[in-house]
């Protein structure tokens, strides 16, 4: 089982819509959870982190965590074609030597 | 946040040739760390840098391939040893802080 799983897509939201990204984790003692912005070519953007469970919100991101579930997620409101991208989610934890783990990352489109 | 600088920023070099990859972070940081990003691929840890000590490998990398250097709390480096076009890919320096990871601009390392 992979440590960090995001589905790849694709992911394709008209112009204005909400983009929805989902995570999923595997290790429980995971303590901090972020969300990266990666374009073609260029290296990852941090843009949202989150620790404690529920939902944090940073202009048009909102990331919501529940760990008991186990479970990540990105929301982008008024998707703009500039927010095209690949959004990789990643885990860390302090047991595991404060390493940041990764996710495939999810391809987002959004049509003008 | 941290700014990392990473040099050089793509390099095109021959098989049986080793590369040094540099990173220089402006601030101190505990924790260093280096990717590897296939084409399409998210991002792997190759290991931690540890300050005046051997690095820290992750399952399937090893240190005559990868030695790792880290003299000082801002400075690593990283080299690819006998390189093959295998080893193409964009290699990333990592530094932590308050446990959210930021990059440098990359390497890209192409093998011919």
């Known amino acids: 089982q992979k440590e960090v799983e995001q589905n790849s897509g694709p992911l394709s939201v008209p112009e204005g819509a909400i983009a929805s990204l989902n995570c999923t984790y595997s290790?429980?003692?995971?303590?901090?959870f972020f969300w990266y912005r990666q374009y073609s070519g260029k290296s990852p953007e941090l843009i949202m982190s989150?620790?404690?469970?529920g939902d944090k919100e940073d202009g048009r991101f909102t990331a919501q965590l529940n760990k008991a579930s186990q479970y990540v997620s990105l929301l982008i409101r008024d998707s703009q074609p500039s927010d095209s991208a690949t959004y990789l989610c990643?885990?860390?934890?302090?047991?595991?030597?404060?390493?940041?783990?990764f996710g495939a990352g999810t391809r987002l489109f959004v049509k003008a | 946040s941290a700014v990392i600088s990473q040099k050089p920023s793509r390099d095109i070099c021959q098989r049986g040739t080793s590369l040094t990859i540099q990173c220089q972070v402006d601030?101190?940081?505990?924790?260093m760390f280096w990717y590897r990003q296939q084409p399409g691929q998210s991002l792997t840890l190759i290991a931690t840098?540890?300050?005046?000590?051997?690095?820290?490998?992750e399952s399937g990398f090893v240190i005559d391939k990868f030695p790792i250097s880290r003299p000082n709390l801002t400075f690593s480096t990283l080299t690819v040893s006998n390189m093959s076009p295998e080893d193409s890919s964009i290699y990333l320096c990592?530094?932590?802080?308050?446990?959210?990871?930021?990059f440098g601009q990359g390497t890209r390392l192409t093998v011919v």
């Open positions: 990592s530094a932590t802080a308050n446990t959210e990871a930021f």
């Open positions: 290790d429980r003692v995971s303590q901090s």
């Open positions: 989150i620790y404690s469970n």
């Open positions: 990643a885990v860390n934890n302090s047991t595991g030597g404060f390493k940041t783990i």
């Open positions: 601030s101190q940081v505990t924790m």
């Open positions: 840098a540890n300050q005046g000590s051997e690095a820290t490998y």
